[in-house]
């Protein structure tokens, strides 16, 4: 009896699913280059960077030279008179009096929001936290035109008129709000679990606040920290309000009287502008790293 050989059978070859499809195409998709993306980006970015060109190449040139020449035009014989004359123009004095304002209200705003939202999030759930809480929430929500009027009647009657304190206190009261919200979301962000385990090994409150919630937290820190920083050093209208002296004045106030003491001379005018942006040029630099992952934390989750 013969046995008649049959063939391997054969593998059915199942159709291509739906997912498959959809993971091609979506493939496919991106993959395709976003020309509109590129080109937005392109244009924006030449909106950007030409008005700085145009400062920066300006304030090496002289009078004559920018009147005679075309304006975007590197200058044929770059001088630095502009920048020794801003110097003799009292600018150290200016450059002190925003360093002082800046430092002395970021420093104290910043402390402060960290410590109201660890107290906020880690603290026990009461009446007095929720209504700090809102306090601070309605903080957002009052500009600082609104309340110039109180706050230069205040500063009167506390005697700080024409002081630097009188910028400093303001300050401080208008960063702590927006500051304690940034700061509440992260460390609401933090594991309770490692909260539990540093309690368990006998840790305080206040080593948990400097020892855990602050290096994990130290990105968003940065981040408030160089907010603040730019929104008190770029500050025009508090200074403009409650103070009066010449040696007084921040940078944002001393290009204003820049503006009109040399308002024929562009040059000048615009190499006050570039020394007035190099401190948070550098500001930037040291903290980009810390800035970034504090502004992208939220998009990785």
């Not at 630099?285 to 970034?292: H, P, S």
């Amino acid at each position: 009896m013969t046995t008649v050989p049959t063939s391997a059978p054969q593998r059915a070859t199942a159709p291509p699913s739906e997912g498959g499809h959809r993971r091609r195409r979506s493939r496919r998709t991106r993959e395709r280059p976003n020309w509109v993306a590129g080109l937005t980006s392109v244009v924006w970015l030449a909106i950007v960077i030409v008005p700085i060109y145009w400062i920066v190449i300006t304030s090496f040139k002289t009078q004559s030279n920018y009147y005679a020449e075309n304006p975007f035009a590197p200058p044929g014989e770059p001088t630095i008179a502009n920048y020794r004359l801003v110097i003799e123009s009292d600018f150290p004095q200016y450059f002190l009096n925003s360093v002082i304002a800046t430092i002395g209200a970021v420093i104290p705003a910043v402390l402060v929001s960290f410590m109201a939202a660890y107290a906020i999030v880690r603290g026990r759930r009461s009446r007095l936290l929720r209504w700090t809480n809102s306090l601070f929430l309605m903080g957002l929500a009052i500009p600082l035109q609104a309340t110039v009027i109180p706050i230069y009647l205040i500063i009167i009657q506390l005697g700080l008129y024409d002081t630097l304190l009188a910028l400093i206190l303001p300050s401080i009261a208008f960063a702590i709000p927006l500051s304690v919200l940034v700061l509440s979301n992260f460390i609401r962000d933090v594991p309770k679990e490692l909260f539990d385990s540093m309690r368990i090994d006998g840790a305080t409150e206040r080593g948990m606040l400097w020892r855990l919630a602050f290096p994990l937290t130290r990105p968003a820190v940065v981040t408030v920290t160089v907010y603040n920083a730019l929104q008190i050093w770029n500050g025009f209208l508090l200074p403009l309000i409650l103070t009066q002296s010449p040696d007084k004045r921040t940078l944002p106030l001393a290009l204003w009287s820049f503006q009109g003491q040399y308002s024929i001379n562009v040059p000048a005018v615009l190499a006050s502008v570039v020394l007035t942006t190099l401190p948070i040029l550098i500001l930037y630099v040291v903290g980009r790293r810390q800035l970034l992952s504090g502004l992208t934390v939220g998009f990785g989750k």
